[in-house]
């Protein structure tokens, strides 16, 4: 698993997909989002709860805006594949479970995996070996950005139909690239055909943040920098807006964690919500 074509997810993958397990495991329902693959995949030592970034207060308000972003995102892929939209782009896929959980849904998608090459081939291994298998409606496209591949490209070459829309996701990933590569990603994504999605998350300036995880987001804002992957990029919602259009986009709007508190949270009576002002989404078309 050392190899590096046969690497395991970064820690920041694993941890998202251990926080989704943690909100099935130790907040009551209704869950937000019912999610445990992740962590079959993983397979972690029986005592993964006792871990310091599992622990349930301090994490409580990081799980709840991993799970709401989740749900958000496939609740816009039922919508669009409702209207008839086939094809589903998911950059920077790491854990995603989408097409193990709701098959039902997804067996009518061409559903597009981006990822590197390592931890890909990691996930296919796994899901081989857990007997999910890799449908033929699955495709993995390993793209080694690091060596400057294009995704667009490689996603081509593995089946996607440029002249037909698609729906692309992308959580977790803005804020470790320059703003340069932010808007090349929106420009990449604006030129696909009408019709199309685009739904990426964004981390705003951590002073801007809820005081109760300021401190959680700026200490992962220094784990970040010392393991070598900085977090390079904030937008306030003007500011991703406005990349967005200068992109070429012809609409887009900011979801924020209000607005997923409303759709999500609403009646719990144990104080569960994704916090103000931390990570949020952005919803653009073609």
Known sequence: MSDKQDAAPDSTAARVALWRALHVEADPPPHVLEDDIGLQLLAPDPDWRRRGDMDLQFTRPFRASIVARARFIEDLVVEQAGRGLAQYVILGAGLDSFAQRRPEIASHLRVFEIDPPGPQAWKRRRLIELGFGIPDWLRFVPVDFEAGEAWRDRLVAAG???????????????????????????????????????????????????????????????????????????????????????????????????????????????????????????????
């Open 160 to 286: 996607f139909d440029e002249h037909k829309p698609a729906i692309v996701v992308s959580t977790g990933v803005s804020m470790y690239l320059s703003k340069e590569a932010n808007a090349a990603t929106l420009r990449e994504v604006a030129a696909l055909a009408p019709g199309s999605t685009l739904a990426m998350t964004f981390l705003l300036p951590l002073e801007l943040a809820d005081p109760a995880v300021r401190p959680g987001l700026e200490m992962a804002e220094k784990g970040a920098r010392a393991s070598g992957t900085p977090f390079l990029s904030f937008f306030t919602p003007p500011q991703i807006m406005t990349l967005a259009r200068e992109a070429g986009f012809a609409e887009s709007r900011h979801v924020s964690a209000a607005d997923l508190t409303r759709r999500y949270f609403m009646g719990r009576t144990d104080g569960l919500r994704p916090p103000n002002h931390a990570e949020e989404l952005l919803v653009a078309t073609t």
